[in-house]
């Protein structure tokens, strides 16, 4: 089950050591992508977004997709990847600090696919043992012929082993609530990245776009639970 904390992070050192038990973690899936249906007790669901729209001359696509393969897109305020950024992306093990309500909890997962090819780029990470939730998930862009930049967040999960009955409840009650959050920030923090690099930020003189948001839409294949 989930290594939890309470208001506070875990050392740099602790989370190199924990990283490394992470890649000898086995898989808690259970279940071939296909399989993952609501007719099968999973939740399915995904949040998709135009992020980006590149002109002639523009690498907005590829400033995306440095972004996607490094995690930045993700709030760290709700999850904060760790990982060895100098392993190759596929087969990368990774621990998500997950927070919620000043629990901290380190949920290991793996990049066990990935999709790179000229206008298209994506991964997915699949969960291991003492992860908080038993799935995939898949984060993928794409650009059409028109230079329209496209980012598709899509999950199938079942939930995993809580660590503590507070923990659990606070999964239940507001797991819905803070995936939401979660993916509406990954789509602008891409959506910056896209156009402005990694620093995330418009400078001053930026003669590109104004308006920061971007209309997020979600797709549920499943019930929505609570408070979503």
């Known amino acids: 089950m989930a290594e939890w904390r309470l208001w506070r992070s875990w050392p740099a050192a602790a989370i190199k050591l924990r990283l490394e038990q992470a890649r000898h973690s086995p898989s808690n899936v259970g279940a071939h992508e296909e399989e993952m249906t609501g007719d099968h007790g999973w939740h399915h669901f995904y949040s ?57 909890h380190l949920c290991p997962a793996i990049v066990n696919r990935v999709t790179d090819e000229a206008d298209v780029f994506g991964f997915r990470d699949d969960t291991l043992e003492g992860h908080l939730e038993r799935g995939v998930e898949w984060f993928l862009l794409t650009r059409n012929d028109q230079g329209q930049i496209r980012f598709r967040i899509e999950a199938r999960w079942q939930q995993g082993e809580f660590p503590n009955w507070w923990s659990r409840i606070g999964f239940i ?45 979600f797709t549920y294949h499943t019930n929505r639970k609570w408070f979503q």
Not at 89 to 94: G, I, N, P, Q, V
Not at 185 to 211: F, I
């Open 48 to 104: 998709e977004a135009v992020i980006a729209t590149e002109a002639e001359g523009e690498d907005r696509f590829g400033r995306a997709r440095a972004a996607l393969a490094n995690y930045q897109f993700s709030a760290p305020a709700i999850v904060l990847a760790h990982f060895d950024q100098a392993e190759p992306l596929l087969w990368r093990c990774m621990l998500l600090e997950v927070q919620v309500l000043g629990l901290h």
């Open 173 to 217: 009650v507001l797991s819905g609530y803070y995936q939401r959050k979660w993916h509406r920030l990954a789509h602008h923090r891409l959506w910056l990245l896209a156009h402005y690099g990694s620093t995330r930020q418009p400078p001053r003189d930026a003669a590109g776009p104004t308006h920061q948001g971007v209309d997020v839409v």
